[in-house]
């Protein structure tokens, strides 16, 4: 059986070298990488510092004076790091003293979330902000949202 010439048209000469184009230029590409010996092209740098993201959830919301306080931080970050220590800090708003949670101390933080439980007591009403904090060196970093509770 022969073709239909009238519904077959020839490949146009641009068209020809555009498909002889592609080929070579993944074997260019190819060649490049295999002599320089990188596995990977990397695509972008990462900042010299991670960043860390976490999300705060404090139960119950509106604790009783001297009841237990437990806070689930789901806590990851933009490459896996060891921080010296992570803390959700605690501040009484009336007398601007800190009332933190206890430090993990040595923590790593992968980039796949991770929940991390911490609990103490409130014992004095009033009104408090916390948020999530950690050290990578000397100094603390804190993470925003900043939130309030009220202890009654």
């Known amino acids: 059986m022969t073709p239909d010439t009238e519904t077959v048209q020839p490949l146009s000469r641009s ?5 002889l ?15 320089t010996g990188e596995r990977d092209v990397p695509v972008a740098d990462l900042p010299p510092t991670p960043t ?5 959830r404090l139960e119950p919301r509106v604790p009783k004076a001297g009841e237990e306080v437990v806070v689930r931080a789901t806590v990851a970050a933009d490459r896996p790091i060891t921080v010296r220590a992570l803390t959700v800090q605690v501040v009484q708003n009336s007398t601007n003293e800190s009332r933190d949670f206890p430090e ?4 790593a933080i ?7 439980t911490l609990q103490r007591a409130f014992n004095t009403p009033g009104e408090y902000t916390y948020l999530l904090a950690y050290r990578l060196d000397d100094d ?3 993470l925003k949202p900043w ?4 202890v009654r």
């Open 52 to 56: 860390v993201l976490a999300t705060l």
């Open 110 to 116: 992968g980039t796949t979330a991770q929940e991390i």
């Open 21 to 35: 184009g592609v080929p070579a230029l993944v074997a260019v590409l190819v060649l490049a990488v295999l002599l």
């Open 15 to 19: 068209r020809f070298l555009l498909l």
């Open 104 to 107: 993990l101390r040595e923590h």
């Open 140 to 142: 603390w970093v804190r």
């Open 147 to 150: 939130e309030t509770f009220t």
